[in-house]
T-cell receptor
């Protein structure tokens, strides 16, 4: 079974600085998707960024970028020019690309999250 | 706004009761997933429906059931509620052609069992 590990329960960053959140995963599949979701105090789950495992190029979305290391099974999120509104829980998630693999049928497997605080 | 709607936003009930949570997916999405978020268990997958058919079950209790209707909205039924069922319940949808891998979440239903 696939697992996702976020080893940093809490992180802190100064406004306008850069912070990197770590995520590692375990899988025997070669094709899959990885995601970062943000959960602010409102508790809404907001998609931040998506990465396809068969693409070597790291995904970027404005101030958010990932460092995807497939061999190391690592998927870190870098937030540049941090803003107060970035304060939230961040969840790393894995999704199989094979809908019939191991009965996963496409559901997301989440890490336990990293709570990011942004200091003014 | 993700385009996924969930009702109600909050639900307070007593142990032993039954409740129904409702989810409407984004327009064009065929898949609905239900997740439970609790303090001790984190985010856990409950069940997946695709175009009206159950596709997969996760850590869903036998007291819980779900269905997806012809208009693609879904309902999650929780019965014989226990204190431990208090959690935030999310539905997510996906399946729009060309974007089948990405799930978009509704705002969640916060269930409190007293």
């Amino acid at each position: 079974a696939q697992t996702v590990t976020q080893s940093q329960p809490e992180m802190s960053v100064q406004e306008a600085e850069t912070v990197t959140l770590s995520c590692t995963y375990d899988t025997s599949e070669s094709d899959y998707y990885l995601f970062w979701y943000k959960q602010p105090p409102s508790r809404q789950m907001i998609l931040v960024i998506r990465q396809e495992a068969y693409k070597q190029q790291n995904a970027t979305e404005n101030r958010f970028s990932v460092n995807f290391q497939k061999a190391a099974k690592s998927f870190s999120l870098k937030i540049s020019d941090s803003q107060l509104g970035d304060a939230a829980m961040y969840f790393c998630a894995y999704r199989s690309a094979d809908m019939n693999y191991g009965g996963s049928q496409g559901n997301l497997i989440f890490g336990k999250g990293t709570k990011l605080s942004v200091k003014p | 706004d993700s385009g996924v709607t969930q009702t109600p936003k909050h639900l307070i009930t007593a142990t032993g009761q039954r409740v129904t949570l409702r989810c409407s997916p984004r327009s064009g999405d065929l898949s609905v997933y239900w997740y439970q978020q609790s303090l001790d268990q984190g985010l856990q997958f409950l069940i997946h429906y695709y175009n009206g058919e159950e596709r997969a079950k996760g850590n869903i209790l036998e007291r819980f059931s779900a269905q997806q209707f012809p208009d693609l909205h879904s309902e999650l039924n929780l019965s014989s509620l226990e204190l431990g069922d208090s959690a935030l319940y999310f539905c997510a949808s996906s399946g729009r052609p060309g974007h089948t891998d990405t799930q978009y979440f509704g705002p969640g239903t916060r269930l409190t069992v007293l």
